[in-house]
């Protein structure tokens, strides 16, 4: 399939018409709107500390495995590439993309299971939350507001990266029925509305999409790397048997590492191209001349066909096992997840083993606010981070092993 990009689509999200940014400022004569999203994004501090955090794999497993930070860069790749070939704002796209899991906490899932049991009594955490909470409050960067103060379309697309959260009558989506909307989430919209029971733009939906595609293919490649599995392993799955078999007609006898490389870069290419496809099928039904005809549509607009959704689901049920429950990954979760319950009843019954800055003005009596206050603090750490403080604290160095 050739894919041509094409000219710039009337529904993609345009910059200089921009809903803007909750605290005015100046236009850039350089940047549009969006791309100054992206650069804002690259230069906090939430974004380096991307590069210690986990994704599957905990840092010291190895030099080669997917940190939260590879994994973004993955994502922005793939997200950019459907933009391009779908006519949209890659810059939008970009930054919906790299700004994704600013909100994870140390030692991935792990870590926001640890952290949510932590705070059941106080709301729980989510990770999409705490990512709009990062970049609306815990950036401290600029002289005139907290956060990175980005455009409504770029915060649009972070907060709804799995779509709709609520209904129109704002009554909470499924996923957050029992708990209702993760606070920070209801707190900022109902100053700042970002329309919470629409979909994003088509741009923030081509990012949910490139993670969906990195994760799979990605998760595939360490999964081989670590030996959790083998490729004969994956001979029997749809798609990805398909394109064993090409690569065996086509490169008899490879080596396995090239043979695995192999497999995950046309896989990646089959997904964008599925994409690109059906979301044209998709844009050619909906006709929309607008953005907000995109929003507006009650159904995605970017995607994969019902074929590659079904590949999709086939390829995360034969992970799910071998890599994400995989005994090996279970036992170091495991213990992560102690790591960061510790870390937390330790701060909640001695602040001041906090530094400083993070307990300035904290009220002795305000139970909720000192939980909260606990549970971005740890949020922040990097994986090393969260170690060498339970070293600091506890006298021993969590091995992760």
């Keep these: 399939m050739a894919v041509i990009a094409l000219a710039r689509a009337p529904f993609a999200a345009d910059p200089?018409?921009?809903?803007?940014?909750r605290t005015p400022e100046p236009p850039s004569s350089s940047r549009s709107a969006f791309r100054r999203d992206c650069d804002r994004i690259i230069h906090s501090t939430a974004f380096r500390r991307l590069a210690h955090k986990t994704q599957v794999f905990v840092f010291h497993e190895g030099d080669h495995f997917r940190t939260r930070?590879?994994?973004?860069?993955?994502?922005?790749?793939?997200?950019?590439s459907l933009a391009r070939a779908l006519g949209l704002d890659e810059d939008l796209a970009e930054a919906c993309a790299l700004g994704h899991d600013l909100g994870h906490p140390p030692f991935g899932h792990a870590g926001e299971r640890a952290l949510d049991h932590c705070l059941a009594?106080?709301?729980?955490?989510?990770?999409?939350?705490?990512?709009?909470h990062v970049v609306t409050a815990l950036e401290r960067r600029y002289a005139g507001f907290d956060g990175l103060n980005l455009t409504w379309e770029t915060l649009e697309g972070l907060v709804k990266h799995n779509g709709p959260l609520t209904d129109r009558a704002g009554q909470p989506a499924p996923r957050y029925a029992g708990?209702?909307?993760?606070r920070a989430i209801a707190e900022y919209s109902s100053a700042h509305d970002l329309e919470l029971w629409s979909h994003p733009s088509a741009e923030a939906q081509a990012g949910a999409i490139a993670d969906d595609i990195a994760y799979d293919a990605h998760d595939i490649d360490d999964g081989l790397r670590a030996e959790m599995f083998q490729v004969e392993d994956l001979a029997a799955l749809p798609?990805?048997?398909?394109?064993?078999?090409?690569?065996?007609?086509?490169?008899p006898r490879i080596e396995p590492s090239r043979q695995a490389h192999e497999l995950v870069r046309r896989l990646i290419t089959r997904m964008i191209e599925d994409v690109i496809v059906q979301s044209r099928r998709h844009i050619v039904a909906l006709e929309p001349?607008?953005?907000?005809?995109?929003r507006d549509a009650g159904h995605?607009?970017?995607?994969?066909?019902?074929?590659?959704?079904?590949?999709?689901?086939?390829?995360?049920?034969f992970l799910y096992p071998r890599l994400y429950r995989h005994a090996r990954i279970v036992r170091i979760m495991g213990e992560a997840e102690a790591v960061v319950r510790r870390l937390f009843d330790r701060y909640a019954g001695e602040p001041r083993d906090m530094p400083p800055e993070w307990i300035s003005g904290l009220d002795p009596a305000d139970i909720n606010g000192r939980a909260l206050r606990i549970a971005n603090f740890i949020a922040g750490m990097t994986d090393r981070y969260a170690m060498e403080e339970h070293?600091?604290?506890?006298?021993?160095?969590?091995?992760?092993?």
Excluded: W, Y
Aim: proline residues 5%; contains cysteine; glycine residues 10%.
């Design 239 to 251: 798609l990805i048997g398909e394109i064993l078999r090409e690569i065996e007609a086509l490169h």
């Design 391 to 401: 070293a600091r604290l506890f006298g021993a160095m969590p091995e992760l092993r």
């Design 289 to 294: 001349a607008s953005v907000d005809e995109v």
């Design 179 to 182: 708990r209702g909307l993760p």
């Design 300 to 317: 995605p607009v970017v995607g994969f066909s019902p074929a590659m959704a079904e590949a999709d689901c086939a390829i995360k049920d």
């Design 16 to 21: 200089g018409g921009s809903r803007g940014r």
């Design 69 to 80: 930070l590879t994994h973004t860069l993955e994502v922005t790749q793939i997200a950019r």
């Design 121 to 132: 009594d106080f709301g729980g955490f989510d990770h999409n939350a705490q990512t709009l």
